[in-house]
């Protein structure tokens, strides 16, 4: 029997780090952090609060640098997004990068649509294809009726909706969400995972978190970071099934934080 005409394809790296470092004064904020997220997964970072997961975040994204290569990091820092290299083509991995920060960076006193508007100015568009765009996009997220309210005047829920798809209006291949479900109730957060969920089919997303159980539940495959450190990475039943008797992440992470 030919074993060969159904081979497993495992997907491509759409995000590849090495040996990323990041020091604060006299804080390591990050220590020689390497990571491997494929293409079209949905990767959880998770952590406590200071671990290193927004520092990790705004690397990536281009906001800030890291450090240099020392003789204390691993080896030589390494880095690339859909084969562009994090430290030499920044402007090419904004075209492709969506990035939603912890806190809704909004304007107030315009209107959801006009949100929309503001952010997609930086990204080439014919007039009728951005409107259309824009519209679809509310849709999307349930968001359409509300369009011309002025957002000071939205939920916590509609915040978040509307933060989610002002990083969605360029196309992105890649979504980074930063703690996007912090202060959410319950099924508030089980809204966004669903909206995060179903965006998967067109990129790549990497999200950070402290609710370890959500992640537990939605992500394809997570990495422990505790004081600027990986300390695992997998499925989450794989890393739960190597260290018994833990039965959960959250349980995993308490072992590996205090081992």
Known sequence: MNNDRNPIVIPKPAIEIKNISKTFGKT?????VSLSIRENELFGLLGPNGAGKTTLLRILSTLIPADPSNQADLGPRQGQILGFDLFKERDRIREILGYVPQRDALYGDLSAMDNL???SQPYPMDKRDRRERLESLLNRVGLYHRKNDLVKDFSGGLLKRLSIICALVHR???LFLDEVTVGLDTPLRREIWNL???????????VTTHYIPDAQNNCDRVALIYEGRILDCGRPQEIIARFPPATN?????????NG
């Open 172 to 174: 992105p291949k890649v």
């Open 117 to 119: 508007i503001f952010f």
């Open 249 to 257: 992440l959250e349980e995993v992470a308490l072992i590996c934080q």
């Open 196 to 206: 995060i969920k179903e965006w998967k089919r067109e990129g790549t997303i990497l």
């Open 28 to 32: 390591r904020a990050l220590d020689s």
